[in-house]
């Protein structure tokens, strides 16, 4: 579904990541893991900008933008807290890559919308402003724009940070449903083993600039060795 | 919801009806509501026909056209900027068309060049333009290294009084009549513009706002931020150009005619905001540019009724939001 083969990542002059690949298939939900700075955000970004990023058999270099919003969405680290931006609206952007010049929203992608909140469990905060919500619940409405966005692949920057530790693992609950019973491919970068080991398939495991994935029970011995 | 929009579309239209009538009414002479009308129909004394017509209908026009020029512009870089005390003046992009003019117009008879003025116009309106586009292209530049909101109004702030020290210089060598065509400018007015003035400001103000229409979608999607927008399919580069080409246009002619008219920018978006409580730019944009309309033409009335400068009265109305915005943000 979506993978990288033998590419080098670097930040800024300092390259971080050398001649890793990795895969990902439909259905599977992979937690990236890493000590902070080891590179987990920059292989994210590769992800949706790397030319050698292929996205079912497409180089990224020869997938248009609006088709690469059609393949895949991201969650990010950052907080979207803007006034008077209600929950649906925020959500809502994610039908962006399927509206009209105006972004006019059709039937169908108001049910779409009101479908992906319903799946986060926030349908109690239709109708309030995102500036008024916790960052759990915004966390749940980001996922919520991503799943509107109805792209195979969601890519997610450390959406359990920040999070009070039930939240962290409700969030690891809901990315399995989605790739467990609507066959998403997701990768999400995490500080929290604890909370990804029981839902996750794979872990993608970042040391000393190379990458391993491993499936879980094999990474769980792997994380054990590396990071205690 | 729909309905408060509707509602409330409906009232700021019909105010700028009667602030628009007002406008034409107010002045050194009280034109009676029965005279406008005759005059605008062509018929009444010649002399009320020369006032309404060629003096207080085109006046008014600049106040629509301006109130909404600079309203959707400071909107368009409150949302490029992610910065809700971004706007045209603040930023420093009225201080660079300052600029651009004050080398057109002072600077062009220190060259011993003389122009005739529809040159002078077309020159004074296309160095506003340029010295905007020039700053909004710093601005831009310097808000993808600096993220924090006050550091880049701070920036602003120097890119300002540092335009006014080359202008200041340039002051010191200029001609006692270029020095004060250019100081009359700075004050700022509404009816200074002539007929043939507005035949010219107003196709661009018209194309520029037409770009900000266009724009809506990407404004829409950038409220998220540049990678989520780029994510959903959003082409970056171009939707910045075509705000920031909008912006340019509405700001830097508006300021090329009327001088730097102060806090209509950064105040009109936000009181838009508040009363249609809405961050939808199908929404904020034709509120912003109603409510615009609204504070220019009221502006305008109070500014004829004292004889003041349009840039006092702006600045008194919108500088206390400036400071809600502020307060309300620690």
Redesign the interface.
């Known amino acids: 579904m979506i993978r990288l083969d033998n590419i080098s990542l670097s930040y800024g002059s300092r390259t971080i990541l050398r001649d890793v690949s990795l895969h990902l298939s439909a259905g599977e939900l992979c937690a990236l893991i890493g000590r902070n700075g080891a590179g987990k955000s920059t292989l994210l970004r590769a992800l949706t900008s790397h030319r050698k990023t292929l996205i079912n058999g497409t180089s990224l270099a020869d997938l248009a933008p609006e088709k690469l919003s059609e393949s895949v969405a991201i969650v990010t680290t950052e907080r979207i807290r803007i006034e008077n931006l209600r929950v649906e609206e925020l959500v809502a952007l994610g039908r962006a890559p399927y509206t009209n010049w105006t972004g006019r929203l059709q039937d169908i992608d108001r049910e779409i919308v009101a479908e992906a909140i319903a799946m986060v469990g926030m349908s109690d905060f239709t109708g309030r402003d995102t500036s008024s919500l916790s960052d759990g619940e915004l966390q749940r409405v980001m996922i919520a724009r991503a799943i509107a966005q109805q792209t195979p692949i969601i890519l997610l920057d450390e959406p359990t940070a920040f999070l009070d530790i039930p939240t962290r693992f409700e969030v690891c609950r809901l990315l399995a449903d989605l790739a467990h019973h609507s066959g998403k491919c997701i990768l999400f970068s995490t500080h929290d083993v604890d909370a990804a080991l029981p839902v996750c398939d794979t872990f993608a495991i970042i040391d000393n600039g190379t990458l391993c994935k491993l499936p879980t029970q094999e990474a769980a011995a792997e994380i054990e060795r590396i990071f205690r | 919801m729909r309905s408060r929009t509707t509602i409330l579309t409906i009232m700021l239209a019909l105010l700028c009806v009667v602030l628009f009538v007002a406008d034409i009414a107010v002045g050194s002479v009280t034109i009676p509501l029965a005279d406008i009308v005759s005059a605008l129909m062509g018929r009444g004394p010649a002399e009320v026909r020369s006032i309404v017509v060629d003096i207080r209908l085109v006046r008014a026009v600049v106040a629509v056209l301006a109130g909404a020029a600079l309203s959707v512009s400071g909107l368009q870089m409150q949302v490029l900027f992610r910065n809700p005390l971004a706007g045209p003046y603040v930023l420093g992009v009225s201080a660079g068309a300052s600029l651009g003019v004050a080398l057109f117009v002072l600077g062009v008879p220190l060259l011993g060049i003389v122009l005739s003025p529809a040159l002078q116009s077309i020159g004074t309106a296309g160095a506003a333009w340029i010295g905007s586009a020039v700053v909004l292209m710093a601005v831009v530049a310097l808000s993808r290294r600096i993220k924090d909101i006050m550091v880049m109004l701070i920036l602003g702030i120097m890119l300002s009084s540092g335009v006014s020290a080359v202008v200041e210089i340039m002051q010191y060598f200029s001609s006692e009549a270029a020095l004060k065509s250019y100081v009359v400018w700075t004050m700022g007015s509404l009816g200074d513009v002539t007929a043939a003035q507005l035949a010219l400001l107003a196709p661009v103000i018209i194309v520029g706002l037409a770009m900000g229409v ?1 724009a ?2 990407p404004m ?2 950038l ?3 540049e ?2 927008a ?6 970056i580069s171009r939707s910045r150009m075509l705000i920031l080409t909008s912006t340019t246009l509405l700001a830097g002619t508006i300021t090329a005619f009327c001088g730097p008219v102060g806090f209509v920018g950064i105040a009109v978006p936000h009181i838009a ?1 508040m009363l ?5 730019h ?1 929404t904020l944009l034709p509120a912003t540019v109603l409510t615009g309309v609204v504070m220019l033409l009221l502006g305008d009335i109070v500014a004829k009724y004292f004889t003041l400068p349009i840039n006092t009265i702006t600045a008194l109305m919108g500088i206390p939001i400036v400071i809600y915005i502020v307060m309300r943000r620690r």
């Open positions: 266009a809506i979608k829409n999607t409220l998220a931020g990678r989520y780029a994510s959903m399919g959003l082409n905001r249609f409580r809405s961050a939808d199908r």
